[in-house]
T-cell receptor
Framework: AQTVTQSQPEMSVQEAETVTLSCTYD???????LFWYKQPPSRQMILVIR??????QNATENRFSVNFQKAAKSFSLKISDSQLGDAAMYFC??????????????FGTGTRLKVLA | KAGVTQTPRYLIKTRGQQVTLSCSPI?????VSWYQQTPGQGLQFLFEYFSETQRNKGNFPGRFSGRQFSNSRSEMNVSTLELGDSALYLC????????????FGPGTRLTVT
């Protein structure tokens, strides 16, 4: 069974600085998606960034980028130039890329990010 | 385009009662997934519905059930509520069961006393 582990329950970063959130996962599949979701205090979860396992290039979305290490099964999120609005709970998630059969999202337990002014 | 809506937003129930939560997906989306979010367990997948059929199911007892209507709206029912069912219940919609991109609703906060 697939698992997703986020070992940092809470992180803090100074405004304008860079922070990296860690995520490791375990799977026997070779083709899958990895995601980072952000859940601000208002609780609406939004997708931050997505990585397809077959792509070697790390995904980037503006100030958000990932470091995807497939062999190590590691998927960290780097937030550059941190802003107060980045304060939220961040969830790492895994999903099989299968298009038939049963598959589901597996979420980590989350990392709460605090941004200090 | 309107987002995913969930009703009610807050609910207080007593042990032993049952509850029904509702989720309206984004227009055109046919897949609806339900998650239970608790501080200790994070997000746990409950089930997914697509075209009125349950496609996937998580490891929850049979007290948790759901259904989807022809307009893709979905309901989740929890019978014989227990204190441990207190959680934020999130609904997410996607275009199809194979779509990887999910859009989440604001959630329903259920408190069981």
């Amino acid at each position: 069974a697939q698992t997703v582990t986020q070992s940092q329950p809470e992180m803090s970063v100074q405004e304008a600085e860079t922070v990296t959130l860690s995520c490791t996962y375990d799977t026997s599949e070779s083709d899958y998606y990895l995601f980072w979701y952000k859940q601000p205090p208002s609780r609406q979860m939004i997708l931050v960034i997505r990585q397809e396992a077959y792509k070697q290039q790390n995904a980037t979305e503006n100030r958000f980028s990932v470091n995807f290490q497939k062999a190590a099964k590691s998927f960290s999120l780097k937030i550059s130039d941190s802003q107060l609005g980045d304060a939220a709970m961040y969830f790492c998630a895994y999903r099989s890329r299968k298009t038939s059969g049963t598959y589901k999202y597996i979420f980590g337990t989350g990392t709460r990010l605090k941004v200090l002014a | 385009k309107a987002g995913v809506t969930q009703t009610p937003r807050y609910l207080i129930k007593t042990r032993g009662q049952q509850v029904t939560l509702s989720c309206s997906p984004i227009s055109g989306h046919r897949s609806v997934s339900w998650y239970q979010q608790t501080p200790g367990q994070g997000l746990q997948f409950l089930f997914e519905y697509f075209s009125e059929t349950q496609r996937n199911k998580g490891n929850f007892p049979g007290r948790f059930s759901g259904r989807q209507f022809s307009n893709s709206r979905s309901e989740m029912n929890v019978s014989t509520l227990e204190l441990g069912d207190s959680a934020l219940y999130l609904c997410a919609s996607s275009l199809s069961s194979a779509s990887y991109e999910q859009y989440f609703g604001p959630g329903t906060r259920l408190t069981v006393t």
